[in-house]
């Protein structure tokens, strides 16, 4: 039962609110979920539902989830195309940048309409910085929870991620990408840095 008021007039209602429900998906021995067979409009809301939340809470993106901004069509997502580095640095994170295999979840891709702000407030293990061991980067296509989907949905995404349980592009990325990283101890880099003209060869410097 609750109570509430209507213009100063006590409401009580005997319908209980409804409750969200938890779902459990089958995972596997190794701790994946297990990818359905069902391919149907019905299950492609349920991914729909699922890339959305690993949008909020994992920075997912593809080019019609989370925010697009964060989305690299090339699916390296390495610093070298990232609208936040300026020379070996970055404008967010206190590290030395590898721009070829470098990234982190602040990744965004280049644009000369979005101004950035020097800041360097985070350290590289909030920022969840690491350095792929494949010197290109990263990307679902990269990633050991991705594998091949049963089928592609209606808008074409051809692996399934096992974290998710969703199907996605080979170019989508998130905050949870598997890809092995260099193990290195990333110190913290004198916020009083010069920076001045490091930015003259900014942009993506990446070969194909």
């Not at 090339?74 to 936040?84: E, F, S, T, V």
């Not at 979840?105 to 061991?133: F, H, I, S, T």
């Not at 692996?159 to 913290?188: M, S």
Request: proline share 4%.
């Amino acid at each position: 039962m609750s109570a509430g008021r209507f213009l100063g007039i006590p409401i009580v209602s005997t319908h209980k609110a409804p409750v969200r429900e938890v779902t459990s998906p089958e995972r596997g021995k190794d701790g994946l979920f297990i990818q359905p067979k069902d391919v149907s409009a019905a299950r492609e809301v349920i991914e729909q539902h699922n890339r959305n939340r690993f949008a909020g809470h994992f920075k997912f993106a593809d080019q019609y989830t989370g925010n697009t901004r964060t989305y690299d069509e090339r699916g390296d997502y390495n610093c070298g195309r990232c609208n936040q580095a300026i020379g070996d640095k970055c404008l967010i994170v206190k590290v030395t940048i590898d721009r070829a295999a470098g990234s982190c979840a602040d990744w965004e891709n280049l644009c000369a309409g979005d101004p950035e702000m020097m800041l360097r407030e985070k350290d590289a293990e909030v920022a969840n910085y690491g350095v792929a061991k494949n010197g290109k980067g990263f990307g679902c296509h990269r990633c050991p929870y991705a594998s091949p989907a049963i089928a592609p949905d209606s808008r074409g995404r051809e692996l399934y991620c096992g974290k998710g349980d969703f199907r996605t592009y080979g170019t989508a990325c998130c905050a949870l990408n598997g890809a092995p990283v260099v193990e290195e101890d990333y110190d913290e880099e004198d916020e009083d840095d010069d920076y001045e003209d490091e930015d003259a060869d900014d942009g993506d410097d990446d070969e194909e």
